[in-house]
């Protein structure tokens, strides 16, 4: 139809434009549309007047950008997927076997130039090597069409739209971004985190109506994400948050498989024992103190480290004081807790003895 599909300006100059056609045409201009140049005849291997479904300007150069076809429309499901580094005067296919079906998609990281995302009719792939090979992500990610990708510039989110007016998010590729040669020999190496803000939520329960929404807002813990070169299949496998003299803080559950695993805390503190009863509960533990943690996971015989920073909300109203005050008052009401659990145990061993000498 003649029709342009893809607009792609370049971040790093607004002088320069690919465009991209229904028909099979790239035209590049390097002076803000005084000059325009056709670069359809420098693409190896790619039929004529096939769809230029998406241009993508690169962050990390004038010079760089990607260009996808698709030919589905004519019962060419060939994935055609390009890269240049010369203002378009070459082209490069970076399509390699594990690509299965035809593309629509490709976003670059903004980060680490040779991470890629493609959006495929038959769900996400990614490459950490600039397109020498590619890997089908299957964590979770369904294999539905993807029809366009968009990195968030300061969430490092990844967002995905699906065939059927669909939203898969992926909350965070900072682990992606931090995939080296050297952290796939290691048997668990640590991904780099931010400084984590501790919550402040209500305890309010929601009313009803919030089951007509089936989507969750993004979890508020800490996340810790670690990278394992094979799943782990013998021995133990444990994770603890002790603080740095190495006194433990709390229990988590860790990941096992093979790849990047994450670790979810809620900053909560241990709970303390409770007696055994029917219907008798108790909240979650308080948060822990501001201040630095460390993160253990015991793999088998060997033990890994992080440590990990954990902070009060700036815009909290509360006082260094009212926390304080908060504190000692809960560690308090845990330790009348944990009175009242041992004296229902010792009154269960009394009645036990109790019932036994009625049996004789």
């Not at 150069?61 to 070459?90: R, S």
């Not at 002790?242 to 006194?247: A, F, I, N, Q, V």
């Not at 308080?286 to 480290?305: D, Q, S």
């Amino acid at each position: 139809h003649c029709t342009i599909f893809s607009i792609a300006e370049s971040p790093l100059s607004d002088q320069i434009l690919w465009i991209g056609t229904d028909d099979g045409n790239v035209q590049l201009t390097k002076d803000g549309g005084k000059t325009w140049e056709n670069l359809s005849r420098n693409f190896p291997g790619l039929p004529a007047n096939t769809w230029c479904y998406h241009l993508e300007a690169s962050v990390h150069g004038k010079e760089i950008a990607y260009a996808v076809f698709d030919g589905h429309a004519k019962n060419d499901y060939t994935p055609y997927v390009y890269k240049t580094t010369d203002f378009g005067k070459t082209w490069k296919s970076i399509v390699t076997p594990e690509i299965t079906t035809f593309v629509r998609n490709i976003q670059e990281d903004f980060v680490n130039q040779d991470l890629l995302y493609l959006g495929a009719e038959n769900g996400l792939y990614i490459t950490l090597n600039g397109g020498k090979n590619w890997s089908a992500f299957t964590n979770n990610f369904p294999k539905v069409a993807v029809h366009y990708l968009e990195l968030h510039p300061t969430k490092h989110a990844l967002i995905a739209a699906t065939h059927g007016r669909g939203i898969i998010i992926l909350d965070d590729v900072r682990p992606l971004r931090g995939i080296k040669e050297e952290r796939l020999t290691k048997n668990l190496s640590f991904f780099d985190t931010d400084v984590f803000t501790l919550p402040e939520k209500s305890t309010f329960g929601g009313t009803a109506s919030e089951n007509q929404f089936v989507g969750d807002n993004p979890s508020g813990n800490a996340k810790i994400s670690y990278f394992l070169p094979k799943r782990h299949t013998f021995g133990k496998m444990t994770g603890e948050i002790t603080d740095l003299e190495g006194r433990l803080v709390s229990k988590v559950e860790v990941g096992k498989n093979k790849g990047i695993n994450t670790v979810e805390w809620g900053f909560n503190a241990l709970a303390p024992k409770t007696a055994k009863g029917k219907g008798f509960s108790i909240a979650p533990a308080p948060y822990v103190k501001a201040g630095k943690y460390k993160v253990k996971i015991t793999k088998g015989n060997e033990v890994f480290e992080q440590i990990i920073e954990v902070r009060y909300d700036s815009t909290s109203s509360f006082t260094a004081s009212d926390r304080i005050q908060q504190q000692q008052c809960t560690q308090e009401l845990f330790g009348m807790v944990e009175d009242l659990a041992y004296l229902v145990y010792q009154i269960d061993q009394w009645d036990a003895k109790v019932q036994e000498f009625k049996s004789k």
